[in-house]
């Protein structure tokens, strides 16, 4: 019988990081909970888990930054990404109604990516917790039949809740993109057409746009650019960037000539750039 491979998730069984890892992996794996994503980190560290699924930002809050400190402190190697769309439901104890709903926990960022259709109901009182699928287990395992989670649609089939409201989020353009990590860094991924990776520039005017013409220079696509201050340094930052190439050759070139003026050139992972068809944007 084959040993499933342990995968370590922020959150728990129903959550948008199980989600993730079961489509990213096509369900051969084990989904390992962790409450935060520095409990992740560790687990991943200590060989707890063989990988980790980590969201690294979203469309609506924007860019997770306690999460590349992570990747920075442990040098973990992105083995690829994934994006998905993030569809919030109310969910309830089978035979709930919404009039008899007095509270709705959730995680914050839920909640607050549902405002627009929690404010139809005044009188119910928002209660922020850890994890969206904790909320909707918690529903199920006390029986309440006062308060609904907003989760996902697999956390209602999980535990059996019913749905009062489906896809109740603001934005329908709301999606997260996640990475895959492990402990090493090994390019072994076929046909990688991503990478990401860290700079660090001299505090001299005008290094950052000479970064920014070489890659244009090599004609490609630098898809993020995130500064981060160097610890203990003033006036000195590294950069994360996401660079998109057609080969590994473009890559390598684009590097030879970034390393020509960089003080510190670090690969975080060169990997298979996550489809964005089921965002409607392929």
């Not at 083995?79 to 569809?87: N, Q, T």
């Not at 001299?202 to 995130?226: E, F, R, T, Y």
Request: one cysteine or more; charged letters at 25%; a negative charge.
């Amino acid at each position: 019988m084959e040993v499933k491979k342990k995968i370590a998730i922020q959150g728990y069984p129903g959550s948008f990081h199980d989600e993730v890892c079961h489509q990213y992996f096509c369900g051969t794996t084990e989904s390992v909970p962790a409450d935060s994503f520095d409990i992740l980190a560790k687990m991943l560290a200590d060989k707890e888990v063989d990988a980790a699924v980590m969201a690294i930002e979203n469309s609506i809050a924007g860019t997770i930054l306690q999460n590349y400190r992570i990747l920075r402190e442990y040098g973990f190697w992105i083995a690829g990404e994934s994006y998905l769309r993030i569809k919030h439901n109310l969910l309830a104890y089978p035979g709930t109604k919404i009039e008899d709903i007095r509270e709705v926990h959730s995680h914050p960022m839920a909640l607050n990516q549902c405002l627009k259709y929690l404010r139809k109901y005044p009188e119910i009182k928002l209660v922020e917790t850890e994890d969206t699928a904790l909320s909707a287990l918690k529903v199920m395992e006390n029986k309440s039949t006062d308060i609904a989670s907003i989760s996902s649609m697999k956390a209602a089939n999980l535990y059996g809740l019913d749905v009062l409201g489906s896809e109740i989020e603001t934005s329908k353009s709301n999606y997260t993109r996640f990475f895959i990590l492990k402990r090493d860094g090994k390019r072994d991924v076929p046909n990688a057409d991503k990478a990401s990776i860290y700079i660090r520039i001299p505090d001299v005017k005008g290094q950052l746009l000479k970064v920014l013409q070489v890659i244009h220079d090599h004609d490609l696509n630098m898809s993020k650019l995130q500064s981060f201050p160097v610890i203990g340094k003033i006036r000195e930052y590294f950069f994360h960037l996401d660079i998109e190439f057609d080969t590994i050759d473009q890559y390598e070139n684009l590097k030879a000539d970034l390393l020509e003026f960089t003080q510190e050139y670090t690969e975080l992972g060169v990997y298979k750039r996550g489809s964005l068809e089921s965002l409607g944007e392929e």
